[in-house]
């Protein structure tokens, strides 16, 4: 019975991660790091890739929006083509 209560709440654990992605990573190993590609010295200059960042961010948007969308069924849908009906 201690074994199957520990499971559930290992499955509560990973449920509750899973619908919350914006809940921070708790590490409990502290061998485990990760290499930053962006404060290193040997990075590119990020002002040469400005118009490709743009890009990316509009596309971040909409995924955000999707994603907003499909996880709140109760909201509106708002059609922007009047065509459509």
Known sequence: ????????????????DYMH?????VVEDPTLFGRNYFGRASADDQEQHSA??????EDLK????????????????????PTLF
Request: one cysteine or more; a negative charge; proline letters at 9%.
């Open 1 to 16: 019975r201690d074994l199957i209560m520990e499971d559930l709440k290992q499955l509560k654990k990973l449920a509750v």
């Open 52 to 57: 490709e960042r743009d890009l990316i961010m």
């Open 62 to 81: 909409q995924l955000k929006k999707l994603a907003v969308d499909y996880m709140h069924p109760e909201c509106p849908v708002l059609v922007e083509d």
């Open 21 to 25: 992605p914006e809940r921070p990573v």
